[in-house]
């Protein structure tokens, strides 16, 4: 059975459950074939379109009444599935743009950014999508949904958002044929505020990346 086709073909396809289901497996498929690496000129503009059709997935949970779990406590799922592989992928993949800067709450004042990785972020949210997706298979569709709802307030939804920007900023630096400032020597383990941030920062010209990345300047 496609791991997409995870519901019942007596149910009604026009379910709350069975779209969300339907499009957060989408997502899990599509970033696990983009991590092989076997088509590299069209991972980032995939990645980008596959972010943004999830987050309209998680706007829509976001946008419905609170779900109720069944039972009291949450079943034992096992352990939880490794993410670490597919990590590393990404990061080879997107290396070249793999770190940027992110300010995690707006409306938090003179908050400084922090840098964070699009590998990380994408790990990240397949480990929350998962887990809620492993209740689904088991039938615990309202214990699904219950998870993919509060992961997506507490954690992926916040975590999506920020690589979707990333990614969105990267296309359009290159389409309007802008220099791309990369964060040289920048990673995720410092602490760095604004001033340090702009320091580290490098010019590369968008053509170093565009091909390989599957992006085009424009002629």
Request: glycine share 6%; with cysteine.
């Given at each position: 059975?496609?791991?997409?086709?995870?519901?019942?073909?007596?149910?009604?396809?026009?379910?709350?459950?069975?779209?969300?289901?339907?499009?957060?497996?989408?997502?899990?498929?599509?970033?696990?074939?983009?991590?092989?690496?076997?088509?590299?000129?069209?991972?980032?503009?995939?990645?980008?379109?596959?972010?943004?059709?999830?987050?309209?997935?998680?706007?829509?949970?976001?946008?419905?009444?609170?779900?109720?779990?069944?039972?009291?406590?949450?079943?034992?799922?096992?352990?939880?599935?490794?993410?670490?592989?597919?990590?590393?992928?990404l990061a080879?993949?997107?290396?070249?743009?793999?770190?940027?800067?992110?300010?995690?709450?707006?409306?938090?004042?003179?908050?400084?950014?922090?840098?964070?990785?699009?590998?990380?972020?994408?790990?990240?949210?397949?480990?929350?999508?998962?887990?809620?997706?492993?209740?689904?298979?088991?039938?615990?569709?309202?214990?699904?949904?219950?998870?993919?709802?509060?992961?997506?307030?507490?954690?992926?939804?916040?975590?999506?958002?920020?690589?979707?920007?990333?990614?969105?900023?990267?296309?359009?630096?290159?389409?309007?044929?802008?220099?791309?400032?990369?964060?040289?020597?920048?990673?995720?383990?410092?602490?760095?505020?604004?001033?340090?941030?702009?320091?580290?920062?490098?010019?590369?010209?968008?053509?170093?990346?565009?091909?390989?990345?599957?992006?085009?300047s424009p002629?």
């Amino acid at each position: 059975m496609s791991d997409v086709t995870l519901h019942s073909t007596t149910q009604d396809p026009d379910d709350f459950a069975v779209q969300i289901s339907d499009q957060i497996a989408s997502f899990l498929v599509a970033v696990t074939e983009v991590a092989k690496g076997d088509e590299p000129d069209s991972a980032v503009p995939f990645l980008l379109l596959e972010v943004s059709q999830l987050l309209l997935a998680g706007g829509r949970l976001g946008a419905h009444e609170d779900i109720v779990p069944d039972e009291r406590y949450e079943p034992d799922l096992g352990p939880e599935p490794d993410v670490d592989e597919l990590r590393e992928r990404l990061a080879v993949l997107l290396a070249p743009i793999d770190v940027y800067s992110e300010v995690f709450d707006p409306y938090e004042p003179r908050k400084a950014p922090v840098p964070c990785r699009i590998s990380d972020d994408l790990a990240d949210v397949m480990a929350d999508l998962r887990h809620g997706m492993a209740h689904y298979r088991a039938g615990r569709t309202t214990e699904a949904l219950w998870w993919w709802q509060f992961s997506y307030f507490s954690n992926w939804g916040s975590t999506a958002s920020g690589a979707l920007r990333a990614l969105q900023s990267l296309v359009a630096h290159v389409r309007l044929g802008q220099p791309l400032q990369e964060l040289d020597g920048l990673d995720t383990d410092q602490d760095l505020g604004d001033e340090v941030l702009a320091e580290e920062a490098g010019r590369v010209m968008t053509e170093e990346i565009a091909h390989p990345l599957g992006l085009r300047s424009p002629s």
